[in-house]
């Protein structure tokens, strides 16, 4: 069986601190694909990477970055000298290759205070 | 379109009544998703369309509901004889094609049945 679990509900940061956000994922498949996706007020949820299976590079975007480890299962997220525009729900994912259940954990929400 | 576009946004509904929430995915995009997220949690896998065909239906709660893809396009999911716990955030999802990953979400029908 697939599982993602957000151990933080709540995170609550002043500007430009940095934030981990941890991601702990279990499943039996050896292809899988992990996400994050950002949920701002609006509602709408926006991608914001996907990583497979067998790259555990771990992967910088501007602020953003993710460090993968298939050893301890986790796939957590860092924003670095975070922003007010950074609060909003972080959710994990994990689907299973040829799988259309994608699933998500219950979510973090991040609260960046001016 | 440029997006995923939902309607309605909101709909509040009586309990015992019938619904239907309209999904408008990106033009081209072959795969469909429908979510649902309830408060606090979340989203979670419905049903899956590739192109007309509904590929995976195993996450729709009960028989009272049922989503149709009729031209490969826009999607409808239907909802019978609505139960108060049947209100949550219904999310439609759309990629170019079956485990491309990285889902384009629409912005979400919030569904209160009173």
């Known amino acids: 069986a697939q599982k993602v679990t957000q151990a933080q509900t709540e995170i609550s940061v002043v500007e430009k601190e940095d934030v981990t956000l941890d991601c702990v994922y279990e499943?039996?498949?050896?292809?899988?694909?992990l996400f994050w996706y950002k949920q701002p007020p609006s509602g709408e949820l926006v991608f914001l990477i996907r990583?497979?299976?067998?790259?555990?590079q771990n992967e910088i975007s501007g602020r953003y970055s993710w460090n993968f480890q298939k050893s301890t299962s986790s796939f957590n997220f860092t924003i670095t000298a975070s922003q007010v525009v950074d609060s909003a729900v972080y959710f994990c994912a994990l689907s299973v290759y040829n799988n259309n259940d994608m699933r998500f954990g219950a979510g973090t929400r991040l609260t960046v205070k001016p | 379109g440029a997006g995923v576009s939902q309607t309605p946004s909101n709909k509040v509904t009586e309990k015992g009544k019938y619904v239907e929430l309209r999904c408008d995915p990106i033009?081209?995009?072959?795969?469909l998703y429908w979510y649902r997220q309830s408060l606090g949690q979340g989203p979670e896998f419905l049903i899956y369309f590739q192109g007309t065909g509904a590929a995976d239906d195993s996450g729709l709660p009960n028989d009272r509901f049922f989503a149709v893809r009729p031209e490969g396009s826009v999607s409808t999911l239907k909802i019978q004889r609505t139960e108060r716990g049947d209100s949550a955030v219904y999310l439609c999802a759309s990629s170019p094609g079956q485990g491309a990953g990285g889902y384009t979400f629409g912005s979400g029908t919030r569904l209160t049945v009173v």
């Open positions: 033009s081209g995009h072959t795969a």
């Open positions: 499943t039996r498949d050896t292809t899988y694909y």
């Open positions: 990583r497979n299976s067998f790259d555990e």
